[in-house]
Structures are given as C-alpha cells and as structure tokens.
C-alpha cells in the first residue's frame, strides 16, 4: 500500500512539473522567439525562387583529397531508395560502354571490413549521401577556399626563394 502511495505521489509531482513547463512555454512572448523564418508565425512569406541544376556533364576538379565528384548533370525525378539506384543505370561496371559515365569507384564494392562484395555495398547504396549536384546560385557567404593544387604549387615556389 505504501509502495502504491509513493508512486502516486511521484506521479503527481512530475504531472505537476509538466504542467508548469507548458504553462511557462506559453507565456513567452512572440517577439522574443528567435526563428530563421524572418516573417511572423502567422504569414506564409514567398520563398525564393529555386536555382537551376548545371547540367554540363563535365567532370568538376575536386578541391582536396577524398573529395567525393559532384555530379555534373540534373538528377530530378531519379528513382533512389531500397528498390531502385537510377544511378546504376549509367555508372555501373556493365552499363559504362553504352552510357560512357564513369564507372562507381571499386570503394563502393566493400565492406566495411574492405572485403570486396559482387553487389555496390549497402554502405554506399545512397549515392546522394556523398554526391550531390551543383547549383547555379550565387554564394550566399564569402569564401576564401585554397585547394591542395594551389597549396602545393606556392608551397614549392616559396621553397624556391
């Protein structure tokens, strides 16, 4: 009986706890929530344009080392999950003659334990994990990349002088 009034009691109080949490979270007034949405809670603002995919097919220099390709061309409508890899149909081993996409790295083939499988490892299956097309847009913050080529070109010529 005693064990029953505890956890009643328990209960009750952290009831009661959740009640003021909700209480309090309501009383915040709306001009001191930060949001990201840059309009009232109640307006449905315009949201921007979308930007156009580049679809050149060309192959975009990678800018550091393990640097996954960008994919070259529009993706839209691409069937990508459990049943279906659209990319396979260009990028893979037995479709690259026909399609001349690069074949999908050896990398792809492994396990996690770097043994290699006959099928595209489950690992590597999403392509867009890692891969993703590039946009037509304007850069929304400055950048002040170097990439590796640049790096070791004035790395050396600094060694020169």
Known sequence: M???????????????SLMMTAVSAAS???EKIATLRQAPIDVE??????QNVRN????????????PPVIPHKIDGYQLDLKVNK??????????????APMVSV????????????????????????????LDAKLLVENDFVDMEHL??????????
């Open 107 to 134: 990398t792809h083939f492994m396990d996690r334990d770097n043994n290699f499988l006959a099928e595209l490892s489950p690992r590597r299956y999403f392509c867009t994990q890692c891969h993703v097309p590039q």
């Open 87 to 100: 990319c396979m149909a260009c990028h893979a081993r037995s479709r690259i003659g026909d399609s001349q």
């Open 152 to 161: 070791i070109k004035a790395n050396t010529e600094q060694k020169k002088h």
């Open 56 to 67: 050149t097919d060309v192959k975009e220099v990678r800018s550091y080392p393990m640097q």
């Open 28 to 30: 915040i007034p709306d």
């Open 45 to 50: 603002p315009t949201p921007p344009a979308m």
């Open 2 to 16: 005693k064990t029953l009034q505890l956890v009643s009691a328990i209960g009750l109080l952290a009831f009661g």
